[in-house]
Nanobody
Framework: QVQLVESGGGLVQAGGSLRLSCAASGRTIRSYAVGWFRQTPGKEREVVAA????????WYADSVKGRFTISRDNAKNTVYLQMNSLKPEDTAVYHC???????????????WGQGTQVTVSS
């Protein structure tokens, strides 16, 4: 059974940076597409970034384009989300998710992490 564990969240001032990590255990996810999603109360879950298995296909939501960078290290079974120029509206619980089918990642990924809180103060 594969488990995804996020880390790196916290409290940061607007304009600051955080780096989230999504580490997989139990099995390799090197063949999986992985995405970062965020959720705030009262809002729909939003996918903010996604990366395919070899890192050659990357997608960002318009709201984070130019500020966030997704990357992966398959040797470490880990996917990262570097978040720069953070804004108060980036405050959310951030989850990583993975799926063996890239297209399914955006709709209903098979694997989810428990999430990490990111809070950006103004």
């Amino acid at each position: 059974q594969v488990q995804l564990v996020e880390s790196g969240g916290g409290l940061v001032q607007a304009g600051g940076s955080l780096r989230l990590s999504c580490a997989a255990s139990g099995r390799t996810i090197r063949s999986y597409a992985v995405g970062w999603f965020r959720q705030t109360p009262g809002k729909e879950r939003e996918v903010v970034a996604a990366i395919n298995w070899n890192g050659k296909s990357i997608w960002y939501a318009d709201s984070v384009k130019g500020r966030f960078t997704i990357s992966r290290d398959n040797a470490k079974n880990t996917v990262y989300l570097q978040m720069n120029s953070l804004k108060p509206e980036d405050t959310a619980v951030y989850h990583c998710a993975a799926d063996s089918l890239h297209t399914r990642l955006y709709r209903d990924p098979g694997l989810w992490g428990q999430g990490t809180q990111v809070t950006v103060s103004s």
